[in-house]
């Protein structure tokens, strides 16, 4: 019986697989593109009627003179 035997050859190949798959380099996790910054701006109420949600656009709710972003 030799080292050199087909099963011997077969578990030899698995080995170095599973070796090289646990310590080959591992590639990094993209993560999305943040939404853009909204610049500080002064609203009016007539400034505020796009902003409903209609059309893709976000939506800005006032209360008491401050401007959430829903």
Known sequence: M?????????????FAI????QLR???PATLP??????????FTP???????GTEDQPVYLAVRGRVFDV
Do not use: E, H
């Open 25 to 27: 380099p591992k590639t």
């Open 18 to 21: 599973l070796v090289y798959m």
């Open 2 to 14: 030799s080292i050199a035997s087909p099963i011997n050859l077969i578990l030899l190949s698995v």
């Open 33 to 42: 593109k943040p939404p853009a910054p909204v610049v500080f701006r002064t």
């Open 46 to 52: 007539k400034a505020l009627l796009p902003f409903n």
